[in-house]
Each structure stands twice: as structure tokens, then as C-alpha cells.
């Protein structure tokens, strides 16, 4: 309890030096759980983008598709499955059909990806419902990012070549019915969407599919039937999972050298208030204070430090957390051009585990960085700094 008073009336004597010090190292805090709730942010709102607008609750892929490699998107469609045409039946699945093509917009050859889908679906939020539009033509949805590389927008007419399942070439006009905003690449970039029945007819199959969403929050009543392999939401976002995991460290990097940068300044003031202190630590010990007593004092005068930095750090960030977290941070329109499926305004998510432990961090490190310059008192002798001899 000595020296906890001890401890407060000496940093406040310690006046400005002591408010600069906390100051840096709640900056550090703050950031810490800025930071950490930006990347849980963005990680939770690409999570949601990618199952409402791709994903769903998981899917079903034929046995040969591998969307990495495109030599495999001609053979990989066959029909559903008896227990996955059930789930279609009931309006819990959603059956899409791939295949490649090749668009002319503009005099250019553009190889893209040909997807269908039912205009009457309800399990992804894709506006579908614009493809029952009656026209001459095909008509098709695409993507911002497509309309822009191909140069095309609503209305337009170009040519679309296919191959059906003979491998014999076809070709006919589409009409772009819809340019869809969607936040995520995996529907956008290079690809086409035309109604399902219609990919069937212009393909020579019936009811084929390449791949089968499954309606969020449905229980995958079966792992694999037939040429039909599930494919989880862990196994389809691992990707992003791993993306996660390098954001982590790459911020938790930056905010490690912040912090020891500001830990450096408290090193720093430590030593220098022992060498400023000396005959004040030599009356101390001539009281009868003990070595490890008078340690402890300057320990915890920096842990106090730690403790005025939490303060002065949920003083300031508190109302900019709470606001933000509901709120939300505006991203500039391009935010999904880095190949994330992140929404235009960020909502980050600052949970009580990063709060604890940023706070248990900071506090543990300035503790330990108080403690080594302060073992430097067991070599001073108090008889000769009262007496002036011992520097």
C-alpha cells in the first residue's frame, strides 16, 4: 500500500512527462483494437457477401469441376442426383449450369464463363427475376466489373459463341437485360449469367447442372451420391481464411513495433528517473526501505503508466468505437477491385477478447520493461549517495 501511494504521487509529480507517456502507449491500444476489429469487419462482411451471393449454405460440384482449371468445365455437368434434385424440388436447392464461350463486344473476342440459373430462385441474391424478361434474343445479367472490361450496358446486343455438349460451335446474339452491382468478383468478373432452361436448350442437355447451392442454414443431408461431392462453406472459404490469417499478421506486425517503440520511450524515461533519483532512492533505503522494496516502487510507477494509458485511451476511442461499430466506415466504390467481396461501408467488430488481451498485453509489457532498468537500484549504496560519492 507505501508503495502504491509512493507510486501516484511520483508520476503525478512527474507532471507532462507522465501524460506524453501514457499518451503514446494508448495510441498503441487503441490501434490494437481498431485494427484487429477492421480485419474481424471485413472478414465477417465478405463471409456474409460470398454465402448470400454465391455460396449459400454450401454446395454440391460434379466430381470433374475444378474451377481453377478450365480444361475441366466441359465435362463436369450431369443431373442431379435423386436426393439433390428432392432439395430442388422443395425450393432448398439451386441447380447452375457452367460452361465456357467467348463474347465479341466491339469488334474483340473476350473468352468468358456461361452460367444458368432459374430466373424464380429465392437462394442466392442475385437478380435473377431480370432474366424473364421475352426478347428475340438471350437474355443476360452481368457484373459492373464485367460491363466495364467488355464495354457494354444495358441493352446492348453482341454476339456470345458456344460450344454444346458435342463439342460443336454455335453462336447468337444476347441482349444485357441487367447490369447487377455486386460486391462479389466470384459473379462478376468474366462471366455471364442467362436463364437455366435456356443454357440447356442451347447446350443439347436436360436439366444438367455443374454445380448445386444449397439454401442457407440447411443441414447437407449427404457428403457424397454418385459423380456429386459436397463441398462445405469450410472448404470454400478457405481462401479467405487464410487471407484472414495474413491481414492478422501483417497488422499485428505493425502494431508490435508501434508498441515497442512507445515500450522503448518507457524504457528510456525508467532509466533516466533512477539516475535523476538516486538520492531520493538512497534516503528511501536509509529509512530501512529494502532493495526489493524500492524495486517494486519503480515497477509499478511504470505499470501505473500502462494503467493511465488504458484510461486515456477509452476516453478518446470509446464514442469513435461505438460509433463506428454501428455506423460503420465508408469504403471508396473500388474496395471490391482487391478481390474482396467487402460491402462499401465496413462495420468492424471489436470483441471483449482483443479488448482484454490488448489490455492485458500492454500492461504486461510495460511492467516488464519498468522492471529491468529498476534492478539497477541493487547496485547503488546508500551511504555513499547521501554522501555524494557514488554517481
Not at 480485419?39 to 454465391?54: C, F, P, T
Not at 472448404?235 to 515500450?263: H, R
Not at 516502487?297 to 488504458?310: C, D, N, P, Q
Request: hydrophobic share 45%; proline share 4%; no cysteine.
Amino acid at each position: 500500500m507505501v508503495n502504491l501511494r509512493l507510486s501516484f504521487r511520483n508520476i503525478r509529480r512527474a507532471g507532462l512527462k507522465t501524460w506524453l507517456n501514457s499518451f503514446v502507449l494508448s495510441i498503441v491500444f487503441v490501434a490494437m483494437i481498431g485494427l484487429n476489429g477492421i480485419i474481424v469487419g471485413m472478414n465477417r462482411s465478405s463471409i456474409n457477401n460470398l454465402k448470400n451471393a454465391l455460396y449459400g449454405g454450401g454446395q454440391y460440384w460434379h466430381q470433374n469441376y475444378d474451377p481453377y482449371n478450365p480444361s475441366t468445365i466441359e465435362k463436369s455437368h450431369a443431373q442431379p442426383a435423386e436426393e439433390i434434385k428432392a432439395l430442388i424440388d422443395e425450393g432448398k436447392a439451386l441447380p447452375i449450369m457452367i460452361t465456357q464461350g467467348a463474347l465479341y463486344p466491339q469488334k474483340r473476342i473476350k473468352n468468358i464463363l456461361i452460367k444458368g440459373i432459374d430466373p424464380e430462385q429465392k437462394i442466392l441474391n442475385l437478380p435473377a427475376e431480370r432474366l424473364r424478361i421475352k426478347t428475340d434474343t438471350i437474355p443476360a445479367l452481368i457484373g459492373t466489373r464485367m460491363a466495364e472490361s467488355s464495354q457494354l450496358k444495358n441493352n446492348d446486343i453482341v454476339t456470345l459463341r458456344w460450344r454444346d455438349k458435342d463439342g460443336t460451335f454455335d453462336a447468337g446474339d444476347i441482349k444485357i437485360v441487367h447490369v447487377m452491382n455486386n460486391l462479389v468478383p466470384g459473379v462478376d468478373n468474366g462471366q455471364i449469367w442467362i436463364p437455366f432452361q435456356k443454357l440447356q436448350e442451347m447446350m443439347g442437355t436436360q436439366e444438367h447442372a455443374t454445380i448445386v447451392v444449397i439454401q442457407q442454414d440447411l443441414e447437407p443431408p449427404f457428403k457424397k451420391t454418385g459423380v456429386w461431392e459436397l463441398k462445405s462453406l469450410t472448404y470454400l472459404l478457405k481462401d479467405l481464411e487464410a487471407m484472414k490469417q495474413i491481414q492478422i499478421f501483417s497488422y499485428a506486425f505493425m502494431y508490435l513495433l508501434l508498441l515497442f517503440m512507445a515500450l522503448l520511450a518507457v524504457f528510456d524515461t525508467q532509466v533516466l528517473s533512477i539516475f535523476r533519483r538516486k538520492r531520493e532512492i538512497g534516503m528511501l533505503m536509509a529509512l530501512g526501505m529494502e532493495r526489493k522494496n524500492v524495486i517494486k516502487l519503480f515497477t509499478l510507477e511504470g505499470a501505473l503508466h500502462g494503467v493511465l494509458s488504458l484510461i486515456i485511451g477509452a476516453i478518446y476511442a470509446t464514442p469513435y468505437l461505438i460509433w463506428s461499430a454501428k455506423s460503420g466506415i465508408k469504403l471508396p466504390e473500388s474496395a471490391g477491385d482487391f478481390g474482396m467481396a467487402i460491402s462499401t461501408t465496413l462495420y468492424p467488430m471489436y470483441g471483449w477478447k482483443i479488448i482484454i488481451g490488448s489490455a492485458l498485453l500492454m500492461l504486461v509489457s510495460v511492467t516488464v520493461v519498468s522492471y529491468f532498468p529498476s534492478r539497477r537500484i541493487s547496485d547503488i549504496e546508500p551511504q555513499k549517495v547521501l554522501a555524494g560519492r557514488q554517481e
